[in-house]
């Protein structure tokens, strides 16, 4: 780290004297203006030359030889680095057509402006500006919280129904578009200093907020497994009835783990408690995972991984909270 003597200057302004190595690999010269940029952590960002917040930033895909699985995932992956402005080139099949229109339907905020036989054209129209972090979680939360209580719904009944199934793989699709948007959101902050401060967050919550979604997004896929295994895989009566309690717990301490992410200032003892109830959780999963019956073995397995996702979330707030 170089650290820098303040120089007054005059009653109402200070400076400091910029490292030359950085002046030179700036490109910057006598006379050239730089830009300085509070953040929320009251620290100034000095760089070379403002980066726009919606710049418009575009890339082009060409369908040749490709399914409908690759173009989502090279689709989804640019949304997420950053680019805004899409061209699907080249002649479609049906298939292919509805793959695509289907993937950007999945992206919060982009809409196709341009649709003809060799080409589609997406665009981003969301501002980065209005967007709220802590908004998008939430809205993870309650996908996760409708099907936690789908999937009970389903054990109490002793069977998971088609529509059942169906409102879980709804919900969980939500999640993945929200999970999205805000590792777009984080690749962006990342690389743009001025759009952690035109959202109001610092760094540390940026990073924060991203891998909590990622943990969020691996519990919804779980809780869509179970529900699929027991679909296909009917067990025992008793079976139903353990698993049914375990997985009530399982909400409950799910519950806990967000209500400290969203309380900054949540009780450290009752953390720990969490903590501790999640433990013993998992430790009656990791037992079932030996049971003799294959599908609530699967099933344990799951519900475990889920419990491991919880406690990375609870471990991450209370180790950047102190």
Do not use: C
């Not at 996760?144 to 054990?155: A, D, K, Q």
């Not at 952690?196 to 991203?210: C, D, P, R, Y």
Request: proline share 2%; hydrophobic share 40%; net charge neutral.
């Amino acid at each position: 780290m170089d650290q820098r003597k303040l120089i007054k200057l005059g009653n109402s302004s200070f400076a400091i004297a910029l490292p030359k190595d950085w002046v030179d690999k700036s490109g910057l010269k006598k006379g050239d203006n730089i830009f300085i940029t509070p953040n929320s952590n009251g620290e100034l960002i000095v760089q070379p030359s403002l980066k726009k917040i919606n710049e418009e930033k575009n890339i082009e895909i060409n369908v040749e030889g490709k399914d409908g699985s690759a173009l989502k995932r090279e689709i989804s992956a640019h949304y997420v680095n950053g680019y805004n402005l899409f061209s699907i080139k080249g002649k479609r099949s049906r298939e292919i057509n509805e793959a695509i229109k289907k993937t950007f339907k999945d992206l919060v905020g982009v809409e196709i402006i341009k649709n003809e036989v060799d080409e589609i054209v997406a665009k981003d129209l969301l501002n980065v500006e209005e967007m709220n972090l802590s908004n998008f979680i939430r809205r993870i939360d309650n996908n996760l919280h409708e099907m936690f209580g789908v999937l009970i719904e389903g054990f109490n009944k002793k069977k998971i129904s088609q529509t059942h199934f169906s409102d879980i793989v709804e919900a969980d699709e939500d999640t993945n578009k929200f999970h999205l948007l805000i590792s777009r959101i984080f690749s962006m902050g990342i690389d743009n200093p001025s759009i952690l401060t035109h959202l109001k967050v610092g760094g540390l919550f940026l990073v924060n907020s991203w891998w909590f979604s990622v943990n969020l997004e691996h519990i919804g896929d779980d809780i869509k497994s179970v529900a699929r295994i027991i679909k296909s895989e009917p067990i025992g009566e008793k079976d139903y009835e353990n698993l049914t309690k375990l997985i009530v717990k399982l909400q409950s301490v799910y519950n806990g783990s967000l209500e400290i992410f969203y309380n900054k200032e949540s009780n450290k003892v009752k953390t720990l408690e969490l903590i501790n109830e999640g433990k013993k959780l998992w430790e009656e999963f990791n037992k079932l995972t030996l049971n003799k019956n294959p599908t609530v073995a699967k099933i344990a397995m799951k519900l475990k991984e889920s419990e491991t996702f919880i406690y990375q979330n609870i471990k991450m707030v209370l180790n950047n909270r102190g």
